[in-house]
């Protein structure tokens, strides 16, 4: 009896061991993640909700009123959308630059991995953003596409992001992909500020931006400001969760296609 109970402590505590290394280590960072993803998708809808159904009114009395934006009304809503949207593609592709150059300093193919997941997803957001902003154009201006300066510099953005993917398609050996497209995700993040911040702003524009951020000033009053700031936080955790899930898909296709 004492044998056996010897035996059945001494295999509990190897599997205490491998549950304390890598293997609990493992089980820690899945458990985190689920955590993790549970707050994200229960944050973004408790915003989405407040930024759906929150009443925009001239005069707001109440702390869930929204402030009415000239030229805008019930369009308004459409910033808690598309303005993250458009920044979580700007981060996204920053972050591709960033792994890119990560990537021509230490050769490593990890890098090469979480240069083009992050730049998948950017292209996805951006996606996201420019069919947001087409919806508010055909209640605005009365068409889905008017060739308006962002809109343009969005598309161009796309192009860009679209010939990144050919250029990897259409390279063999994964050194030399890898090479390239850093070198290529490098010069596409630096374009990528300039056609979403400066370009269009050098041009008149339909956009409403002067009218929600005249001056560089944000005009909302505190409710709409809190609910898109955290519209802005909800969306960088969901492009987080994203771009980590990529990141592991990417590895599983490596390892099973080496």
Request: one cysteine or more; charged letters at 15%.
């Amino acid at each position: 009896m004492v044998f056996f109970a010897q035996k059945y402590f001494d295999k509990m505590g190897k599997i205490w061991h491998r549950v304390c290394s890598m293997e609990g280590n493992e089980l820690i960072n899945k458990v985190s993640m689920k955590k993790f993803n549970i707050a994200v998708f229960g944050w973004l809808t408790v915003v989405m909700i407040a930024a759906l159904v929150f009443p925009i009114v001239s005069k707001p009395e109440a702390w869930y009123d929204f402030p009415f934006i000239p030229a805008l009304g019930e369009q308004s809503r459409i910033l808690f959308f598309h303005v993250p949207t458009a920044w979580v593609t700007v981060v996204a592709f920053f972050l591709s630059m960033v792994y890119g150059i990560k990537y021509l300093r230490s050769n490593n193919m990890e890098d090469d991995i979480k240069s083009v997941s992050s730049a998948g997803v950017g292209v996805l957001f951006c996606i996201l953003a420019t069919i947001t902003g087409s919806v508010w154009a055909k209640f605005s201006w009365g068409s889905f596409w008017n060739w308006d300066p962002r809109e343009t510099s969005i598309a161009v953005l796309l192009l860009i992001y679209g010939a990144y993917f050919g250029l990897r398609s259409s390279l063999e050996g994964d050194e030399k992909r890898a090479r390239l497209s850093a070198v290529y995700a490098i010069l596409a993040g630096i374009t990528t500020p300039f056609l979403i911040f400066v370009l269009p702003r050098l041009v008149s524009s339909l956009h409403p931006e002067p009218i929600v951020n005249a001056g560089g000033k944000v005009h909302m009053n505190v409710t709409m400001l809190t609910v898109f700031l955290a519209s802005l936080l909800g969306f960088t955790g969901l492009f987080a969760w994203m771009f980590d899930l990529k990141v592991r898909l990417a590895r599983l296709e490596k390892n099973h296609h080496p």
